[in-house]
């Protein structure tokens, strides 16, 4: 029973152990892609970040102003 039980245990330690170096195969690999698409992915952040402050956040600071002036002054 206990050499069933350790070839079960063997068998396990070695998949979990070529699963664990493929992973890092992988990793190695695909540093190129991952490192081109981190930076794709900054370049775009830096250009649509500010694009949502101008075109999200200011209009809907002005709104809210807007709602709120009108709330004082215009009260019915």
Known sequence: MITLI???AFIYFVMWLVIKVIGLV???ALF???LAF???FAIIGYVVFPALIIFFV???IVVIIGA???K?????
């Open 6 to 8: 350790l070839t079960f």
């Open 58 to 60: 200011l209009p809907l």
């Open 26 to 28: 992988f990793k190695i």
């Open 68 to 70: 709120l002036t009108c």
């Open 32 to 34: 190129p892609v991952k």
């Open 38 to 40: 981190s930076l794709l």
């Open 72 to 76: 004082a002054v215009c009260r019915i």
